[in-house]
């Protein structure tokens, strides 16, 4: 048996070498072509670099820009709760979650994912100035009065 072994390596062994050479060739070409590109990508970022213009602005935001500007800015993501917890006895590890995402106003939403041994379940629930009409779970409300609190 071993007799035979050797036989089939002694036979196919100049094309095993073969193969990793075409193979060795081939990345070698790839890794040539790439560096060319990277090269050309630098000459590029420094020419953008050199040829910046350098504008120096003194631009006053009266009050009005200012409220569109806060207003904006209230209804972007700014308040993070999360709470890990086991959602179930046989599962450890807390690799349950309750991720809440608020604005300015506390409207957004809190997305649940609960793991369990077998499959995971991922649950959605719209939130409005703090408040869901759906009914939330302990851990969801944890992760909402964190996010409110400014709490991470």
């Given at each position: 048996?071993?007799?035979?072994?050797?036989?089939l390596?002694?036979q196919?062994?100049?094309?095993?070498?073969?193969?990793q050479s075409?193979?060795?060739?081939?990345?070698?070409?790839?890794?040539?072509a790439l560096?060319?590109?990277v090269?050309?990508?630098?000459r590029?970022?420094?020419?953008?670099?050199?040829?910046?213009?350098?504008h120096k602005?003194?631009?006053?935001?009266?009050?009005?820009?200012w409220?569109?500007?806060?207003?904006?800015f209230?209804?972007a993501?700014?308040?993070?709760?999360i709470?890990r917890?086991?959602?179930?006895?046989?599962?450890?590890g807390d690799?349950?979650?309750?991720?809440?995402?608020?604005?300015?106003h506390?409207?957004?939403?809190?997305?649940s994912s609960?793991?369990?041994?077998?499959?995971?379940?991922?649950?959605?629930?719209?939130i409005?100035?703090g408040?869901?009409?759906y009914?939330?779970?302990?851990?969801e409300?944890?992760?909402?009065?964190?996010?409110?609190?400014?709490i991470?």
């Amino acid at each position: 048996m071993l007799n035979m072994a050797e036989q089939l390596i002694n036979q196919y062994f100049i094309y095993v070498i073969l193969g990793q050479s075409l193979l060795t060739l081939i990345f070698l070409i790839m890794i040539l072509a790439l560096s060319k590109r990277v090269r050309n990508l630098r000459r590029a970022m420094s020419a953008l670099v050199k040829n910046k213009p350098q504008h120096k602005t003194n631009t006053k935001i009266d009050d009005k820009q200012w409220e569109i500007l806060d207003d904006r800015f209230s209804h972007a993501l700014q308040r993070v709760g999360i709470i890990r917890y086991s959602a179930f006895n046989d599962v450890g590890g807390d690799l349950s979650f309750s991720l809440a995402l608020l604005d300015g106003h506390g409207d957004g939403l809190v997305l649940s994912s609960l793991h369990g041994r077998d499959e995971a379940r991922s649950f959605v629930k719209p939130i409005k100035s703090g408040g869901s009409h759906y009914q939330l779970s302990p851990e969801e409300t944890q992760a909402v009065e964190k996010a409110l609190k400014g709490i991470s």
